[in-house]
């Protein structure tokens, strides 16, 4: 006599969403990055854009 098939294999689980990056901050000019306290901000940090950052050196708001 032939065996049963086996059950199905369960379908696997989604995989789990990766962590995010820091929330996305945009500050409009760096009088509201100073006003909120995170003056100068560093490339790579939340709220760092080359629009915020005179000289191109990797910090913004830095005066």
């Known amino acids: 006599m032939p065996r049963p098939a ?3 294999a369960p379908a696997p689980e ?3 969403a990766a962590p995010s990056a820091a929330p ?3 500050y409009p ?3 509201a990055a100073r006003a909120a ?3 100068p901000i560093l490339l790579g940090e939340a ?3 080359p629009g915020l ?3 191109k050196d990797g910090v ?3 005066e």
């Open 29 to 31: 000019n760096c009088a």
């Open 6 to 8: 086996p059950p199905p």
């Open 60 to 62: 913004a708001c830095e």
């Open 47 to 49: 709220g760092y854009r």
């Open 14 to 16: 989604p995989p789990a």
């Open 53 to 55: 950052d005179r000289d």
């Open 24 to 26: 996305s901050v945009y």
């Open 37 to 39: 306290g995170v003056a």
